[in-house]
């Protein structure tokens, strides 16, 4: 359609070059039409005279509009003298396959038939090398042209194919003068590619050709590794993929392209890890760290500050790539640093100021926004304590961030936040568990109760404390709404990892002081603890609490019956039948006392 305030021909919703939705003047033209049809068919049931019937549609609004002297509307596309029907869905394939499967095709083919006309020409010596780059050069600024003429002409689609063909042939012609005839250093040639990247980006800026900054950008991003990065200086080849992010990002946010985001950062770390496995050298330290941090900028940063300049409400897909790229950004700094604690965690610790910074920032007038930086410069600090930390204390400030970062998902009632807060609640339940794999696998002799207890213990409490607490602020409502997968998710999490935390440290107690207690005092725990989530069950009436007792008293009765009578000894046997069948008649009292209060009377 075209746009009745710039004129550029548009096929989305909404003009790329003014943003003027035109899905509105599309609507209010097919209601002038219908209300102008009705008026008609009023007119002849009345009596009105055929001569007033006639009317076109267009005078009689202009009319009305004298006769009222409202304020002139502003300018609406012609609108058909009937409502137009949807074409069958078939005429919009063929139209589609017509227009663009074929032409794209075409172009495929004619590069490739060139590709072979120049192979076959280069082969019987028809062209020296400096006559074959200079006609390639000279072809492709030919195509360019052609493709500027069929722009001003309005061949919509032509105009992107001819100069993607012309492109392509300037990007193979610079190649080929540096790396088959060498009559080009490598570092020229590059910034010749990046002058065609250029001019690249500003025709489909121009021609609003989203394709044709795709192709380019593609081009560009692929040039480092055909020429192979080892020819370069560090600072050389850096800068150049320094340039391509930041030029890339101006582009998607002047055209609103936000393809362009996802593709640069993905091609980006591409070719920064490759030049890392295969050229990088710790004399080039300082470059490539400070490359890193260009580019936590550029892919981290920037999303939230392109929403903010533009006044949208955010773009939730930028920002998870946001957070995606930010870890990759401390794990790659933490590499360079040879994963050192201190100077890797000084580097987290201050993504995450910048990120809590600027979310306070903007707090005030972008609060979904903010919402999200907060959220990210808490992942931050989960890497900074990590690094920081030894393993057992850690979790007291997971813990304390997961609460935090649940009342910035609850308080900007964002869905996906509050799955990322699923996501590091479920990382803060098996944190505990990877550091005890060699505690299973490892003979219970060697294991020791009064070793770093207290870290241990505070350590575990507070994160089982943390998913409980959660999962009470969900369910109450004390912050907005109520979310009830989410809080049962963190209330199961929470009560799993109290009753495996008493189970590891039974074991640590019985393996350092009474090696013959253990599989007693198992049966003895887990009957105290079915006795205690039945009496939550009872007195709050959680129908899930006392299932889950229900479960684990049948489990322990088999454990008794199964294997404690057969392998402990008498003494334990023993304590074991009568702490379980203690607990069993105690089950069955809470059940005859509260009986009226389980039924609801």
């Known amino acids: 359609m075209l746009c009745p305030k710039c004129k550029v021909e548009s096929e989305r ?29 009023l007119s002849k049931f009345a009596g009105a005279p055929s001569e007033h019937l006639a009317a076109p549609a267009k005078d009689a609004s202009k009319e009305r509009h004298v006769v009222e002297g409202g304020p002139k509307p502003p300018p609406l596309p012609p609108g058909p003298a009937q409502v137009e029907h949807p074409a069958p869905t078939r005429s919009f394939t063929e139209l589609a396959l017509g227009q663009k499967w074929f032409l794209g095709i075409g172009v495929l083919v004619l590069i490739i038939g060139i590709g072979f006309f120049l192979k076959y020409a280069f082969d019987n010596e028809w062209l020296g090398p400096a006559v074959q780059i200079a006609v390639g050069f000279f072809c492709g600024v030919v195509l360019l042209c052609l493709g500027g003429i069929c722009h001003r002409r309005e061949l919509r689609g032509l105009d992107v194919g001819i100069g993607a063909f012309g492109l392509g042939t300037l990007y193979l012609s610079s190649y080929a003068a540096s790396q088959v005839h060498h009559l080009l250093p490598a570092g020229l ?91 990088y050298k710790g004399l080039w330290f300082f470059e490539t760290f400070a490359f890193t941090q260009v580019l936590f900028v550029a892919f981290s940063l920037m999303p939230f500050v392109r929403s903010v300049l533009r006044r949208e409400p955010g773009w939730a897909l930028g920002f998870v790539l946001a957070a995606v790229n930010g870890l990759l950004c401390c ?55 990590a690094q920081i930390l030894s393993n057992y204390w850690v979790p007291v400030f997971w813990s304390a961030e997961i609460v935090a970062l649940y009342w910035v998902a609850a308080k900007s009632d964002d869905r996906l936040l509050l799955f990322g807060t699923t996501l590091i609640g479920l990382l803060v339940f098996f944190e505990p568990f990877a550091n005890s794999i060699d505690f299973v696998l490892s003979p219970r002799s060697g294991l020791v109760f009064t070793s770093d207890l207290l870290p241990r213990w505070v350590g575990s409490i507070a994160g089982a404390a943390s998913l409980l607490f959660i999962s009470w602020l969900d369910r109450a409502e004390r912050i907005r709404g109520i979310h009830p997968t989410l809080n049962r998710v963190f209330e199961t999490l929470g009560i799993l990892r109290l009753f495996a935390f008493a189970n590891m440290e039974l074991l640590r107690f019985s393996a350092q002081f009474m090696p013959r207690i253990e599989a007693a005092g198992l049966s003895v725990l887990w009957s105290l603890f079915a006795v205690a989530l039945m009496a939550i069950g009872v007195w709050f009436r959680r129908k899930a609490y006392r299932f889950s007792a229900i479960v684990l008293l049948l489990a322990t009765v088999l454990k008794v019956l199964a294997y404690d009578t057969a392998e402990v000894s008498t003494p334990y046997r023993i304590l074991s039948c009568m702490v379980l069948g203690a607990m069993l008649v105690v089950v069955s009292f809470l059940y005859h006392r509260f009986s009226e209060r389980l039924s609801g009377k």
Request: hydrophobic share 55%.
């Open 331 to 385: 794990w790659y700094s933490a590499n360079l640093l040879d994963y050192q604690k201190v100077p890797g965690s000084l580097v987290s610790l201050s993504y995450a100021i910048v990120s809590l910074g600027f979310g306070l920032l903007v707090w005030e007038r972008k609060r979904l926004i903010s919402s999200w930086l907060i959220a990210q410069g808490m992942i931050f600090l989960l890497v900074f304590w």
């Open 189 to 279: 040639a590059l910034t010749l590619i990046l002058v065609v990247t250029m001019i690249g980006a500003c025709l489909s800026s121009l021609w609003m050709a989203q394709s044709l900054s795709v192709l380019t950008i593609l081009g560009a991003y692929l040039a480092p590794l055909l020429f192979g990065s080892e020819q370069f200086y560090p600072w050389v080849f850096l800068g150049y993929l320094a340039i391509l992010a930041l030029g890339g990002q101006f582009l998607a946010f002047a055209n609103g392209w936000k393809v362009l985001y996802l593709i640069g950062a993905i091609l980006t770390w591409l070719a920064l890890v490759n030049w890392t496995q295969t050229t």
């Open 13 to 41: 919703r909404f003009c790329g070059r003014c943003g003027l939705d035109l899905g509105v003047y599309q609507e209010l033209s097919a209601l002038r039409t219908e209300l102008e049809s009705l008026r008609l068919q």
